[in-house]
């Protein structure tokens, strides 16, 4: 079975709605909480490439943050630039639709799959930050490079999260693709 076909097994959804329930109510994490996989997760159902499943993950997502804000976790994060998250998961789930023609966790394929995350997860954080800085009321205005500083501190958490998540995840998937021939293997022992 190949990477792609993995990944676009009847279990990929089941997965991804758990991993988003789990990890959605704290962005960066902390000592007790694993951070947000949001990104990582619209990334992997870019690979099952159903536009359903893309859309009940956004109604997860708003779904999962109404209920952290209705027990106690800050709205601050709410304001008219939490529509811009569309275009922000959008981004990610394109991206790994792109990327589920490798279908070969190979050098090459690893190597393109890995730098579309970075690129995908960048473009992310420019619509997701951008649009809070200029439709969140929450700023006074600022030049770009003072937005910048102030921001560019998010970045490396933001990416490098997303890349985590990513090879954890193609780590499990390569796991499962040979667990089967390892199992033969033990089997003929």
Known sequence: MTTT????????????????????????GDALHLPDASLAVFFFAGFYRKTSLFAFLLLLAGVIDYVAIANGTSAWCV???YVFLIPTYAVMWLAGRFCSRYTVLDFIGVSLT????????????????GSFYLLSGRYDPLSWSEYTARV?????????????YAAAGFAIIKFLIYMPTFQGRQKAL
Not at 6 to 21: K, V
Not at 118 to 124: G, P
Not at 152 to 164: C, E, I, K, M
């Open 152 to 164: 560019v501190q998010y970045y490396p958490p933001y990416v490098g999260s997303t890349l985590l």
């Open 5 to 28: 076909q993995r990944l676009q097994s009847r279990s990929l959804p089941i997965a991804l709605i758990a991993l988003m329930a789990l990890t959605r109510f704290h962005h960066f």
């Open 79 to 81: 304001s008219p630039a």
């Open 114 to 129: 890995f730098g579309m995350v970075m690129l995908s997860a960048s473009a992310a954080f420019l619509i997701s930050n």
